[in-house]
């Protein structure tokens, strides 16, 4: 049998993915990846290039993005029966050769194949390339270190309710916000609350083509699917600044 491996792919650059994801996915006898349906995916196009004559492409559709509800019985039954199906069909790909599956930033770090790993352990040999992380390359590029000394660094997600995300907001140092999106207006309204909107910044594709950095307040309407909303940290300092 041959390994399932998953491949972390980095913020978007493809220069900015490890040699090892590379080694792999320019070698790859079979990918796949995860996409929209009727759109060519993210994952995808980092790797435009890359890939070797011949290679099997393997398109895992989801059934459902932003149609229904993400908490509620229906979506989480669609998505279910999604990692089901294509948990079998890896497994079944991977007792004639390795599948590369592509993942976008680091496959540990919210990404979707953290779903099929849980259901391949102990049924096929799995491998995961850690790859740098979406935020990292968001941050890197307001041109500011985010992090100092002991700040603490919270990660929230924007479908929280308005008052959670404040409440983390006023006890966190750094603050990264994600799956931004449509959540915009209530992230915004969480910053205010928590007396950090002024400080808050917001990369759409960082590290993308069409790349755009700006301070969340002059930021006009609503913005993409890949988007972080990003607060940085003052902690301590060498010579005492913070």
Same mark, same amino acid.
């Not at 996915?25 to 995916?41: E, M, W």
């Not at 301070?215 to 301590?236: E, M, N, Q, T, W």
């Given at each position: ?97 390795? =599948? ?76 990264? =916000? ?50 972080? =909303? ?13």
């Amino acid at each position: 049998m041959g390994k399932i491996i998953c491949t972390g792919l980095g913020p978007g650059d493809p220069d900015l993915m490890s040699l090892r994801a590379h080694r792999l996915i320019t070698s790859a006898r079979q990918i796949a990846y995860f996409r929209k349906a009727g759109r060519p995916g993210q994952a995808r196009r980092i790797v435009e290039g890359l890939l070797p004559d011949g290679v099997v492409e393997c398109a895992m559709e989801y059934p459902v993005t932003t149609e229904l509800a993400f908490d509620s019985a229906e979506y989480d039954a669609a998505l279910s029966a999604f990692y089901d199906d294509w948990a079998a069909r890896l497994l079944k790909l991977s007792r004639s050769d390795d =599948v590369i599956v592509l993942c976008e930033g680091d496959p540990f770090f919210y990404g979707s194949f953290m779903h099929l790993y849980s259901r391949l352990q102990g049924l096929a040999e799995i491998e995961v390339v850690p790859g740098i992380t979406g935020m990292s390359g968001c941050w890197t590029a307001t041109g500011r270190p985010f992090t100092w000394g002991d700040d603490v660094l919270t990660v929230l997600m924007g479908t929280l309710p308005e008052a959670d995300l404040a409440r983390h907001m006023r006890a966190a140092d750094a603050v990264v =916000v994600m799956k931004t999106g449509r959540n915009l207006g209530r992230i915004r309204a969480a910053l205010a609350a928590a007396g950090r909107l002024d400080e808050a910044w917001i990369v759409e594709h960082g590290t993308m083509p069409g790349e755009r950095v700006s301070k969340i307040a002059d930021f006009p309407g609503d913005c993409s699917y890949f988007s972080i =909303v990003l607060v940085h940290g003052h902690g301590r300092r060498p010579g005492g600044a913070g």
